[in-house]
T-cell receptor, first 115, second 114 residues
Framework: GAGVSQSPSNKVTEKGKDVELRCDPI?????LYWYRQSLGQGLEFLIY????????KSGLPSDRFSAERTGGSVSTLTIQRTQQEDSAVYLC?????????????FGPGTRLTVT | AQSVTQLGSHVSVSEGALVLLRCNYS??????LFWYVQYPNQGLQLLLK??????LVKGINGFEAEFKKSETSFHLTKPSAHMSDAAEYFC????????????FGQGTTLQVKP
């Protein structure tokens, strides 16, 4: 079946512009996660959703970052007024439910470059 | 706070040699532990997971890992390296509670020499 998909695969933007990153989870997966992978920080958790609600936003680096999920499916991560330090690969993952050891399935990521 | 430490950011082995990638975790209670592999320009793929059912866990592509509570370790091994094993490997721990979020180690790049 179809895996987690993310778009765009690559995004180059100018400093100060806003960007939107999209994640389509595996159908039926209720939990959705966003991570960021950068050279200096490795893999960092950003936010997760259970259904459409986001109980844990603790990983969002600043108030320029926000995310939403609609219909319990697609999620959008928005970065406002991008900075060069936002350059990274943004990974999305989904799983069947929050609890237990259900594994997270990762998408290919969106590579964001802020110039 | 829970954390994961991967010893060695780069490991180089010859084709056919033993692969050993080290992972240590800090946790006050037995955690859920995972190994993921990332090939160039791809997302993360689960190799194996520890769920407390058995201390020796077998995964895909001939990899296995052993959970050792006394050493707080979860090292990844493969008896014989193949060129296609060259990739970056991440150890991760799932936080206790219901968040489900993973805390990753810094990753180990495995190089396989012919």
């Amino acid at each position: 079946g179809a895996g987690v998909s993310q778009s765009p695969s690559n995004k180059v933007t100018e400093k100060g512009k806003d960007v939107e990153l999209r994640c389509d989870p595996i159908s039926g997966h209720t939990a959705l996660y966003w991570y960021r992978q950068s050279l200096g920080q490795g893999l960092e958790f950003l936010i997760y959703f259970q259904g459409n609600s986001a109980p844990d936003k603790s990983g969002l680096p600043s108030d320029r970052f926000s995310a939403e999920r609609t219909g319990g499916s697609v999620s959008t991560l928005t970065i406002q007024r991008t900075q060069q330090e936002d350059s990274a690969v943004y990974l999305c993952a989904s799983s069947t439910r929050l609890a237990g050891v259900n594994e997270q399935y990762f998408g290919p990521g969106t590579r964001l470059t802020v110039t | 706070a829970q954390s994961v430490t991967q010893l060695g950011s780069h490991v180089s082995v010859s084709e056919g040699a033993l692969v050993l990638l080290r992972c240590n975790y800090s946790s006050s209670v037995p955690p859920y532990l995972f190994w993921y592999v990332q090939y160039p320009n791809q997302g993360l793929q689960l190799l194996l997971k520890y769920t407390s059912a058995a201390t020796l866990v077998k995964g895909i592509n001939g990899f296995e890992a052993e959970f050792k509570k006394s050493e707080t370790s979860f090292h990844l091994t493969k008896p014989s390296a193949h060129m296609s094993d060259a990739a970056e490997y991440f150890c991760a721990v799932r936080l206790s509670g219901n968040t489900g979020k993973l805390i990753f180690g810094q990753g180990t790049t495995l190089q396989v020499k012919p």
